[in-house]
């Protein structure tokens, strides 16, 4: 149960689109369409922000988007805004009922 | 609303034994899988284990396969995890959360801390 692969930090600017990316493998994000990404603030829970690669649950801004190519999965945060730093971390469905995250990526707003 | 409460969460000796447990409320509790997750103080998050929403097919991850014991008391509403033969990489904050149409999880617990330490 290999880690997904996420950069550690990507920034930009008020208003600016960043793309987070999130490889795993053939096992993982290449075989499945159960990729989904969260948002965590320091101290707090995380918090489901996409789930089947492109869903949005209930609330959450349309900002977020995803999608998917081959083992690679990405998240858009659309109009970055100052509330939008935080950590994030992907997570994909694996082989046999197991589930493997990315170690994360700190999005920092300049 | 959902919610998932975590309790049990202490200093533990290695080598030792420590159940958390996981109070629901807000939905029904025996229609769901349930998942335990962990995450190291400053560090990324990890799966740990799941169990159906009848108690049957548990799966763990590799690094606590054998030790640990995913359960469920769907009367009580209320999800445990039974941790044995406790080291000090066990040492984290530990979550629950609930398994929606075996896609993702989407609540989460405010977590409990487990320090294994001497």
């Known amino acids: 149960q290999s880690a997904l692969t996420q950069p550690a930090s990507v920034s930009g600017s008020p208003g600016q689109s960043i793309t987070l990316s999130c490889t795993g493998t053939k096992n993982d994000v290449g075989s499945y369409n159960f990729v989904s990404w969260f948002q965590q603030y320091p101290g707090k829970s995380p918090k489901l922000i996409l789930y089947?690669?492109?869903e949005r649950p209930s609330g959450v801004s349309s900002r977020f988007s995803g999608s998917k190519s081959a083992n690679t999965a990405s998240l858009t945060i659309s109009g970055l805004q100052g509330e939008d730093e935080a950590d994030y971390y992907c997570c994909s469905y694996a082989r046999s009922g197991t589930w493997v995250f990315g170690g994360g990526t700190k999005v920092t707003v300049l | 609303q959902v919610q998932l409460v975590e309790s049990g969460g202490g200093v533990v000796q290695p080598g030792g034994s420590l159940t958390l447990s996981c109070a629901a409320s807000?939905?029904?509790?025996?229609?769901?899988?349930m998942h335990w997750l962990r995450q190291v103080p400053g560090k990324g998050l990890e799966w740990v284990t799941s169990?159906?929403?009848?108690?049957?097919?548990?799966k763990y991850a590799d690094s606590v396969k054998g030790r640990f014991t995913i359960s469920r008391d769907n009367s009580k509403d209320t999800l445990f995890l039974q941790m044995n033969s406790l080291r000090g990489d066990d040492s984290a904050v530990y979550f629950c959360?609930?398994?929606?149409?075996?896609?993702?999880?989407?609540?989460w617990g405010q977590g409990t801390l487990v320090t294994v330490s001497s």
């Open positions: 959360a609930r398994g929606i149409s075996g896609t993702h999880f989407d609540s």
């Open positions: 169990v159906s929403f009848d108690g049957d097919h548990p």
């Open positions: 089947d690669i492109t």
């Open positions: 807000g939905f029904t509790f025996s229609t769901f899988s």
